[in-house]
């Protein structure tokens, strides 16, 4: 289902992408989604950051921000990017 959305609106709309991806997640399971599903989900956020549009790197660091409940691990190697980003945007919600 994710690669369908993915190919619907992923090129196109990016921003609008990223909000269901950031909303999808919410329903995975409690215990934290399976392996395969998480590495979608942070491969996705991931190359998201590099995104031109702060809304979707804001989109992006909310599944990361997730995922840091479950491991933070695997977070951990894009701090220094996100932090790089936080610094050099004037947009407000990525700041925040």
Known sequence: MLTKIKEKIGITKKDAYFQILSRLLLYEAEEGPALEIFSFYYKEASQGLHSSSPVTRTKCLSILSYF?????????????SIAKLCKSSDYWELKG
Request: hydrophobic share 45%.
């Open 68 to 80: 840091t409940r479950i491991d933070v691990e695997p977070i951990l190697p894009l701090l220094p």
